[in-house]
């Protein structure tokens, strides 16, 4: 079997998934069709005091089917209801079995992406004041001067001293001023 690219409605992932679960259960073809995988991945988000942890899809409209490709079972998967087709059309190509591996976590650890990020539920804007509320520079109030969201880092003007100085912060260690 080999791994597969199915194109989906964005948002009907799930369905999709149940759906051709239950048709090839009802058609018999359960001999061709291996797992069917939604790509996603576990994301914390803090607000305020609060943990919440939660799935994101990292490709909405996409899934990913192991099957042997027939024309049974590419009929089975094209007719399903919410599918828009397989990704190559007609003649779609299977995942390289690098990226596959990759996908479901297999790959060697110095090629794995990090499984869970931190996203910070606030979002700062240039010239916002916020209070640090930790490190270094604990309970010192400054205006932010740039954003990094990819590193979650923000770079603020504190007063130390009675001049004015730029400091870098973590997203984790800051918190808006009411």
């Known amino acids: 079997m080999e791994w597969y690219v199915v194109n989906t409605f964005s948002g009907y992932e799930n369905s999709v998934k149940k759906a051709l ?3 090839i259960k009802n058609a018999g073809l359960e001999e061709q069709f ?11 988000t803090r607000s305020g005091k609060k943990t919440v942890q939660k799935t994101n899809k990292l490709l909405p409209g996409y899934i990913f089917i192991s099957m042997d490709l027939t024309k049974a079972s590419w009929h089975l998967v094209q007719n399903t209801p919410k599918v828009t087709g397989f990704l190559g059309g007609q003649n779609p190509k299977p995942v390289r079995k690098a990226e596959m591996n990759r996908m479901l976590g297999q ?3 110095d090629e794995q992406a990090p499984v869970e990020k931190v996203v910070p539920n606030i979002t700062y804007s240039v010239g916002q004041q916020v209070r640090v509320r930790s490190g270094a520079f604990a309970n010192f109030t400054g205006e932010v001067e740039e954003i990094n969201n990819d590193k979650q880092k923000i770079w603020l003007s504190v007063s130390l001293f009675g001049r004015p100085t730029r400091v870098e912060v973590d997203f984790s260690e800051v918190e808006p001023v009411v």
């Open 21 to 23: 679960e239950d048709r």
């Open 34 to 44: 291996g797992e069917i995988l939604i790509p996603s991945e576990k994301v914390t």
């Open 107 to 109: 790959a060697p650890p």
